[in-house]
């Protein structure tokens, strides 16, 4: 089998399931080679992964997904090798938590008011050490208030809906700022799944590159050839290199399986020989 990598992994020090240890060993068994864990607005996973994937003779990146908002809408900032004693970006992820606490505290609220739903408990998700609406998509369908999560979020969690609750998050050049400031290379995630016009995305990585923005992701779960292409055009132009990754949250979900060929669009430079000197022998 040909070697994978995964810059892009979630564990449940956020939204993921598994343990930092338990995502290591799922990554080694689909033969990855080079691993990130990148937890929202999470540092906490780190040093777990990073001696899980020592014991099983795995490369390693210290990562981070950073929430922002854009013109109203929620951006995802990767960050690929930072150091994660960084107090810029402690300082940064904390106030990101506490107005995911705000947040989530204000969806259960209104979703407690609503009509319709399914009686139980929704738990104390706001207490999460990372809230997501991933946990409370999770916790809806255990209710049964939805059959799947996306149905959960569609039904319950979308704009328009019950539990919604507008994002407010930092901006993209405090993301980038931030993890740069604990020396690492800031990579805008899932590209493709940004809800945008095509001039709205040519500015949006107009704005990202001019921030101190490094790479796109443009090897990951979803993504067409030919959205690919197109985005590894934009991604030269602007002088962005590309990083590959599955966004993994759990297992079960087969459409978006751990490990990336990293195969990117022609001309595309590779984020990986960057994060060299981050990475463990
Ligand atoms: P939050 O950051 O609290 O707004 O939660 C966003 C997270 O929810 C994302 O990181 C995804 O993991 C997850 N998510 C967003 N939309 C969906 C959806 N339609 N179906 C399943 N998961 C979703
Ligand atoms: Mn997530
Ligand atoms: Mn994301
Ligand atoms: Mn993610």
Redesign the pocket.
């Known amino acids: 089998m040909q070697p994978l990598i995964d810059l892009h992994t ?1 564990s449940h020090h ?3 399931t598994l343990s930092p240890a338990a995502l290591a060993a799922a990554a080694a068994a689909r033969n990855v080679r080079v691993l990130a864990l990148t937890d ?1 607005d999470s540092v906490a996973g780190l040093a777990e992964c990073r001696e899980a994937c020592a014991a099983l003779g795995m490369e390693w990146v210290a990562g981070v ?1 950073v929430t922002a908002l854009w013109r109203g809408q929620e951006i995802h900032v990767v960050g690929l090798g930072i150091d994660p004693s960084n107090t810029d970006l402690a300082a940064h992820l904390s106030e990101i938590v506490k107005r995911r606490r705000a947040r989530i505290a204000s969806v259960l609220e209104r979703l407690r008011r609503a009509p319709r739903l399914p009686e139980g408990e929704l738990g104390a998700l706001d207490a999460l050490a990372v809230p ?1 609406r ?1 946990h409370v998509a999770r916790a809806l369908v255990a209710l049964g208030a939805a059959e799947s999560m996306q149905e959960a979020f569609e039904r319950w969690l979308a704009r328009g809906r019950p539990g919604y609750v507008p994002p407010d998050w930092p901006t993209i050049a405090a993301a980038t700022a931030a993890i740069r400031s604990a020396g690492g290379h800031a990579v805008l995630a899932h590209p493709h799944r940004y809800k945008l016009s095509s001039g709205g995305r040519r500015a949006l990585l107009g704005e990202f590159a001019a921030s101190g923005g490094a790479a796109l992701e443009l090897d990951l779960p979803g993504l067409s050839p030919s959205d690919a292409a197109h985005l590894g055009e934009l991604a030269r132009a602007h002088g962005l290199a590309g990083s590959a990754g599955s ?1 993994f ?1 759990e297992p079960g979900q087969p459409w978006r399986p751990l490990g990336r060929f990293a195969k990117l669009p022609e001309g595309t430079e590779p984020l990986l020989p960057r994060l060299v000197n981050t990475r463990l022998e």
């Open positions: 979630h956020s939204d993921g929202h997904e997501t991933t966004d949250h």
